[in-house]
């Protein structure tokens, strides 16, 4: 068993920052990429960020500027600083892992997700 717990979403204003956070336990050994996803109500779930092992970030158009990712390996954590909130921001955040367990399996693993909301 694999668990991702997000936190750090919430409400705020345009122009307003959020940090982000997931943390994954469990059996999971390695990672190979840590990514960050987002769904707005009635659109397609789309990647917003990704670190993945000795690769540099990837950023959607989108957020390029305003949002960084950044991962913790030892203690298997990856951050989304977002900055510069705009409303089309607002959607449920993803926290996404790619990684293996001890005996080698490599799985794919999904946070429950947190809400941000960016409202004036």
């Known amino acids: 068993q694999v668990q991702l717990v997000e936190s750090g979403g919430g409400l705020v204003q345009p122009g307003g920052s959020l940090r982000l956070s997931c943390a994954a336990s469990?059996?999971?050994?390695?990672?190979?990429?840590m990514n960050w996803y987002r769904q707005a109500p009635g659109k397609q779930r789309e990647l917003v960020a990704a670190a993945i092992i000795s690769s540099p970030p990837n950023y959607a158009e989108s957020v390029k500027g305003r949002f960084t990712i950044s991962r913790d390996n030892a203690k298997k954590t990856v951050y989304l600083q977002m900055n510069s909130l705009k409303p089309e921001d607002t959607a449920v955040y993803y926290c996404?892992?790619?990684?293996?367990?001890?005996?080698?399996?490599?799985?794919?693993?999904w946070g429950q997700g947190t809400q941000v909301t960016v409202t004036s």
């Open positions: 469990g059996n999971i050994f390695s990672i190979n990429a």
């Open positions: 996404n892992v790619n990684g293996r367990s001890l005996v080698g399996v490599w799985g794919d693993y």
